[in-house]
DNA sequence: CGAGGGTTTGAAGTGCATCAAATAGTGTGG
DNA sequence: CCACACTATTTGATGCACTTCAAACCCTCG
């Protein structure tokens, strides 16, 4: 029925099967639509959710309404699973932002069998130090790119995921996620493109990216940075 | 002999005694002064580190020379343990920035540990999480805070590091690297700190800051933020 | 086709960076 | 203990990047 199962998830690649069917029997799956919000930062954690299609922003929000993003999630990642490490309650908000089928699990389960089998416990610090590399990454990113190379990187990001040689990209979300997922305004985002087009000379048709000359884009954009392009172990969700 | 030994050390507390033992026998301490490398980023990890007096920045560089600091640490904390999860590859590189005492430890022996011993596992896990969270802070703070708040913040989390009510603080290295860590320019964090005083009447001598008003200081830098004062599980290293 | 959000564009303002130079502070050798 | 050398920090003047506010445009979907 569904589209993935758990044992498509990176985290539960090498898992114990029972363990699996037994979330298995636990799943919901639900549909959402775009502005549905999951839960919200802070929230006691009873489940953790896969998403099996769509796309997921988590985010941080101050009284004021003002956001921070912290990452955006497509199909087969997991969520809301770290709550485990945090008393039980979620450390992020997150809300759907493309129309999206969502299963959830039990949290206690997957804390219990973490506690347990050792596999889990080391595919899962496995995942926590590809984020830890992500987020470090970030930091650097947004001390020592602009505008537009930070725009430049998502698009190599999202060209590496797609294909080895990249002809052509597509935006899969609202550009005013990828602003704020990237720390800029929408219109800020909106110039930096246009700036980034006569800079490398790709060519943007509403969300969707020509990538003639992957060279010269990563060479604006990484060459500000630690790594060379490509950035170690990145595409779009790493 | 040691100020602190590996149990002194959180992601140690609960460990099996044997295994701290084995370790020590393994053990290098050396003396480091400011400027030191311990490793560069992409050196190959053999040995993680504990520091048991002095300040560590991790950080990349760029070919030019930019640098983007990850992060600052002070006696009792460990650094390079992660290469475990990045091929051995150390995520970053380590700059002494305070006279330092350096104990080295086998990277293998931890590796091997790890990934028998599930309470060291789950020990790990927690610190990592504790981690992410700290990095999840840094993207909401670099994206909702300017300058002056992030400094504010900065001083709020040293403060609830050294006491219940503390009146006075005390910045334990240099400024360039405090403004660097924070993403700002040395001037910039000149400038910045000046404009916090008017704005929070603290009072600024040298190194040492005198917290007359921890309330209006908290106002001021996190009603922007999505935690109220105090930041969630945050001191200076968290 | 019309409403509403997403996106772009323009004009003006703000915050941080840059470059340059002065000042304060620290550690060293004599 | 002092003078020097070197680094850290501050201050000033100016420029640039990004934001803000406002308005137009466009695209989608009921």
């Not at 489940?47 to 988590?58: E, M, P, Q, R």
Request: charged share 25%; with cysteine.
């Amino acid at each position: 029925m569904a589209k993935y199962s758990l044992k498509d998830i990176v985290l539960f690649e090498n898992c114990d099967q029972n363990f699996l069917r037994k979330l298995e029997t636990h799943a919901h799956k639900r549909r959402h639509n775009k502005g549905k919000v999951l839960f919200f930062h802070g929230d006691e954690a009873r489940s953790f959710f896969v998403i099996t299609s769509g796309w997921v922003k988590l985010y941080r929000e101050t009284t004021e309404g003002e956001q921070a993003i912290i990452n955006v999630l497509p199909e087969k990642h997991i969520l809301g699973e770290t709550a485990i490490f945090n008393s039980n309650n979620y450390p992020y908000s997150a809300e759907i932002i493309k129309a999206a089928e969502i299963v959830s699990y039990p949290l206690a389960e997957l804390k219990n069998e973490i506690q347990t089998n050792n596999n889990l416990a080391m595919a899962m610090l496995n995942s926590m130090a590809e984020y830890r590399r992500r987020l470090d990454r970030e930091i650097e990113h947004r001390t020592l790119q602009n505008a537009a190379q930070r725009i430049g990187c998502f698009i190599l990001r999202m060209a590496q995921q797609d294909d080895k040689t990249p002809t052509e990209v597509h935006i899969p979300y609202d550009k005013t996620i990828v602003a704020a997922h990237l720390g800029m305004k929408p219109e800020t985002f909106s110039r930096a493109l246009t700036k980034l087009k006569t800079k490398t000379g790709i060519k943007v048709t509403g969300s969707t990216i020509e990538l003639n000359n992957l060279e010269q884009l990563s060479h604006y954009c990484c060459t500000v940075c630690s790594s060379t392009f490509p950035c170690e172990n990145s595409n779009i969700t790493k």
